[in-house]
């Protein structure tokens, strides 16, 4: 359910931007905490609660997604609208996520006067967004509670209609863990490139932060591959594998595997060296590549012993 039902007067399909009566610059700290004030919200650190308010990262995100008048958005964490009111100067509609009711009273009256705006005053985790976009394409753009960063990236590229493309805010350590190559791959990087190509479009002080994190930020863009890499069964082995793999990163990968998959060592030394995987090898050392390599034996094994 969402705060604002279609207006009658627009024409379906095609609603109306218009203009936001708040006329306030929400990148000035000044006219930021007067808003919130105002409201009796004073932002939690605690509660991982950075509010955006430099001019520059907001244009690097905006510019990095690249938006079109025919596009929709998903905003997930919109806060006092900050990034919402860019976004719907610019997209067809703009769906802005956000769970604290503390909040929302800012976010209406930021957003007051833009009918593109819609707001969904619940946890990400707890919609669909296949039943806010059905199939049609959308971006993801958004910066990110730091606390639940990893959660919100699987959960959408999971989904049955994940975003197109994405371009979120994160922790600086969080950016450079999802662009990893071999040698620092994590469960996060795979998880992440399986989908898309993950980069860094930009770094972001925390000093760009209302109030300042203890760390810094990075906007990071993913495009979707154009198509899938694996098909469905081979991807569920793929996961599998990975999930097995980084439960004791720290092991040689024969063991690991051995340990967390319910198939014989033999047959997991068996697919190691079909792979030309040095069994003795830590899992963060393999490729995207690799693993992909590593799954399509293991199921395509399965799938000769089901036949």
């Known amino acids: 359910m969402t705060d604002k039902a279609p207006n009658p007067a627009d024409t379906p399909g095609e609603p109306r931007k218009g203009q936001p009566t708040f006329s306030g610059d929400l990148t000035d700290m000044g006219t930021l905490k007067r808003l919130l004030e105002r409201h009796g919200i004073y932002p939690n650190k605690g509660l991982g609660q950075h509010l955006l308010i430099s001019r520059r990262a907001l244009n690097a995100v905006v510019a990095a997604a690249d938006l079109s008048p025919d596009d929709s958005v998903l905003e997930v964490g919109a806060g006092p609208g900050v990034l919402t009111c860019e976004l719907a100067q610019r997209a067809r509609r703009v769906v802005a996520v956000e769970m604290d009711r503390a909040v929302l009273p800012v976010l209406r009256e930021t957003t007051a006067g833009l ?58 350590e969080v950016a450079e863990r999802l662009v990893a190559g071999p040698g620092e791959m994590s469960l996060l990087a795979l998880s992440v ?69 319910d198939d014989p060592r033999e047959a997991i030394d068996r697919w190691l060296a079909e792979a030309a995987i040095d069994p003795m090898r830590r899992p963060q050392t393999l490729s995207l590549n690799e693993w992909l390599r590593l799954a399509r034996i293991a199921a395509g094994e399965e799938t000769g012993k089901s036949e």
Do not use: C, W
Request: aromatic share 10%.
């Open 115 to 172: 009918a593109n705006v819609e707001i969904i005053p619940r946890n990400l985790l707890e919609v669909a967004p296949e039943e806010v976009f059905g199939d049609a394409p959308y971006k993801l753009v958004a910066n990110l509670p730091y606390y639940i960063t990893s959660l919100i990236l699987r959960y959408l590229l999971e989904s049955a209609n994940p975003p197109r493309t994405l371009v979120v805010m994160v922790q600086r």
């Open 193 to 261: 490139q399986f989908y898309g190509m993950p980069r860094i479009v930009a770094y972001v002080p925390a000093t760009a932060f209302y109030p300042p994190p203890k760390v810094d930020s990075a906007i990071v863009r993913v495009d979707l591959h154009p198509a899938p890499l694996l098909d469905s069964t081979t991807s569920d082995r793929f996961f599998a594998l990975i999930h097995a793999g980084f439960a004791e990163k720290r092991k040689q990968l024969h063991n690991s595997l051995a340990r967390h998959l």
